[in-house]
């Protein structure tokens, strides 16, 4: 598929890596439709990209299921699907106010996992109907995991488990939608600069990149949004998980 013809459904679209991708498939012809809960944000950046912007949790089956479907009409279809909304949940299962609290464990998992899976079922019922392209293909879904999938830090039990979902669904969600010419990949991103690394240190950015060993900088954003474009463009890729990370390995803590 050319980027020229993408029409996107990005969820987390109006920041971070979201906002990103978004940027790069319009600079490249393509449409988007950006699906977030940050309302200033999202007006912003729907009058930068032309775009439509429409509220969204990801959590909610019937607000995904919706909003997907206004997208479809807004763009006139829908060929691409990508997951970033999600949560970091930073908490230690026996924390010093005591264990952790089953409900923070449970909205990780609702945001990063059954969220990214709710986009990828609504999108892909609309997409199974798309006239076949090339090699027979009608759509392309990219989720967004990260490298704590495999190796988590002390503090991510709940982010891990969650990302590490993402992982375990890619291959069997691809085998399944095969048959529909519907192809799902997975990105696996390592440290990247994100809002949430600005309100830190500068010390302790230092200090993360020193831990990459090459690039050892920070990954920017625009290095995930030429990572799924390329997935987009390579109908060859599906069913995996691709590390985006420098070579890093995340230390116990």
Known sequence: MKLNQVKAVITGGVSGLGLATARHFVSNGGSVTLLDINDNAGQAVSEELGATYIRTDVTSESEVKQAVKQAHEGMGGINVA????????????LGREGPMDLDFFST???INLVGTFNVAKAAAALMEKNEPG?????????NTASVAAYEGQ???????????????MTLPIARELARCGIRMVTI????????MVDNMPDAVQESLSASIPFPSRLGQPEEFATTAAHIVENVYLNGTTIRLDGATRLAPK
Not at 134 to 142: F, K, S, T
Not at 188 to 195: E, L, Y
Request: net charge neutral.
């Open 134 to 142: 090339e090699d027979g293909e009608r759509g392309v879904i990219i």
């Open 154 to 168: 002390i503090g991510q039990a709940a982010y891990s488990a969650s990302k590490g979902g993402v992982v375990g």
């Open 188 to 195: 696996a991103p390592g440290i990247f600069w994100t809002p």
């Open 82 to 93: 990508v997951s970033c909304a999600g949560v970091i949940g930073a908490g230690r299962v």
């Open 108 to 110: 990780v998992i609702q």
